[in-house]
């Protein structure tokens, strides 16, 4: 069971925690804990709660209809909007509920019906995207517990691979060489898995090495494979004093490739960056690049 601040509940329902504030008073919707010095703490069955509620409100509900229902009935009306959603931070919420409750079937249920609705690259987009990044600070401070964390990354890996797998390989006389990789001890793969997707649908061809890769490993494999571009992304592995030798090291061996530079670390960082790197912060930015200005397919 994890344990929530109030403003945690807020960063994941998107419901302002003075909103909160008011609802525990007037209707006792939740009751927090609190610690020695006063301040609330929210655990799973809370979040629950108000995750339930912010569906209902966004799709025409009224508070004081909500709070009426009792567990089953909430329960009951929610899973309408599971199977039939029309916000997309509808189907964001009800993914976090999912993860809490690590429902498997109601996580891939959600994902595979907005994957009919709009397709799987804008349901990357606009539902997996927003759904990690509103989770991804509480995976740092370890506000989401562990298993929580496998469940959802195992789960969603196995979409992508799939997805991955069913795109063709670039054959086009054009298509660039793409290289993808995590350093050594990086293991947060979702993005890099994407962004293999994304260059692979373009009609362009990937060396996808994955996570965790030694640096000397890389360097063999390009003198092999000669890469046009590299991707690669750093999240929680390196300290300041390391990234700035990875990158150094990336420039250094790769002088005549554009290396495509992404994760938390890669946005935060605050010191000049050779003149071959570029920051892209998600899939669209990469998109814009010049390499993806006309596709292949």
């Known amino acids: 069971m994890a344990g929530y601040t109030i403003k945690d509940l807020e960063r994941l329902s998107g419901v302002k925690a003075h909103t909160i504030r008011i609802w525990e008073k007037r209707y006792g919707i ?6 020695d010095t006063n301040i609330r703490r929210y655990n799973d069955e809370d979040l629950k709660s108000i995750l339930n509620i912010a569906i209902l409100r966004e799709n025409g509900y009224k508070i004081s209809d909500i709070v009426s229902f009792n567990n089953k009935e909430l329960s009951d009306q929610v899973l309408n909007f ?31 019906n907005s994957t009919v609705r709009i397709g799987f690259e804008e349901t990357i987009l606009n539902v997996i995207y927003p759904f990690l ?3 991804g600070i509480l995976w740092q401070i370890g506000s989401v517990n ?3 964390e496998h469940f959802v990354t195992n789960l969603l890996r196995q979409k992508l691979l799939v997805a991955l797998d069913g795109q063709m390989s670039g054959a086009h006389p054009e298509a660039k060489r793409f290289m993808l990789f995590l350093p050594e001890s990086e293991y947060h793969e979702l993005g890099l898995l994407f962004f293999a997707y994304i260059v692979r649908k373009s009609g362009h061809k990937i060396i996808y090495l994955g996570q965790s890769v030694p640096f000397e490993d890389v ?17 929680a ?6 990234l700035d030798q990875f990158i150094n090291n990336l420039s250094s061996h790769f002088s005549k490739q554009t290396i495509f530079f992404s994760g938390l670390k890669a946005r935060d960082y605050n010191k000049k ?10 899939v669209n930015e990469l998109k814009e690049q010049a390499a993806f200005n006309q596709s292949l397919v």
């Open 82 to 112: 599971t199977t039939n959603p029309r916000h997309h931070s509808t189907q964001i919420n009800n993914l976090i509920l999912a993860m809490i409750e690590l429902d498997d079937r109601k996580f891939d249920k959600i994902i595979t």
């Open 219 to 235: 360097v063999e494999v390009a003198k092999m494979k000669e890469p046009d571009y590299i991707i690669t992304s750093v999240t």
């Open 30 to 35: 939740i009751t927090p804990n609190r610690t």
């Open 133 to 135: 990044e509103k989770i």
């Open 237 to 242: 592995a390196l300290d300041q004093e390391a």
């Open 146 to 148: 562990a298993a929580q």
């Open 273 to 282: 960056l050779p003149e071959n790197f570029t920051i892209v912060k998600d």
